[in-house]
C-alpha cells in the first residue's frame, strides 16, 4: 500500500523559512514523478515544485528563487525548503507521487496516482 506522510508545516511570519518532507512507502520515489502542491481556502489546488526521475525540477512562478525541491532516494523522502515566506503561501500543502513524466507535465496534477494528507502552512504579515 502506498503512503505519503507529509510534516513540517506551521505558523510562521513573513520573511521565515520551513521546511517540508514527505516519506514515501510502498513506491519509489527514485523512479517517479513527485511534487508538492497547495491549495488555499477558496481556491483550487495548484502545483508548487516537481521533480522526476531524471531529477529535473520545475517550480511555479510564484515561488520560483524562494522554494527548492529535493529527495532523497535512500530515504524515499521528498522535501521542500521554502524561504522568504509569504502570506500568500498560506496553504495545505500536499505532495503526490505518480510515473514518470517529462519536466512540461510533472507540475500537472493528472499525473499523480498517490496523494498525502496534506500539512497547514499559515504565514502571518
Known amino acids: 500500500q502506498v503512503q505519503l506522510v507529509e510534516s513540517g508545516g506551521g505558523s510562521v511570519q513573513a520573511g521565515e523559512s520551513l521546511r517540508l518532507s514527505c516519506a514515501v512507502s510502498g513506491y519509489t520515489s527514485s523512479a517517479s514523478s513527485m511534487g508538492w502542491f497547495r491549495q488555499a481556502p477558496g481556491n483550487k489546488r495548484e502545483g508548487v515544485a516537481a521533480?522526476?526521475?531524471?531529477?529535473?525540477?520545475v517550480y511555479a512562478d510564484s515561488v520560483k528563487g524562494r522554494f527548492t525541491i529535493s529527495k532523497d532516494n535512500v530515504k524515499n523522502t521528498l522535501y521542500l525548503q521554502m524561504n522568504s515566506l509569504k502570506p500568500e503561501d498560506t496553504a495545505i500543502y500536499y505532495c503526490?507521487?505518480?510515473?514518470?513524466?517529462?519536466?512540461?507535465?510533472?507540475?500537472?496534477?493528472?499525473?499523480?496516482?498517490?496523494w498525502g494528507q496534506g500539512t497547514q502552512v499559515t504565514v502571518s504579515s
Open positions: 503526490a507521487a505518480g510515473p514518470n513524466a517529462a519536466s512540461w507535465q510533472i507540475l500537472r496534477e493528472y499525473v499523480y496516482r498517490h
Open positions: 521533480i522526476n526521475s531524471a531529477a529535473s525540477t
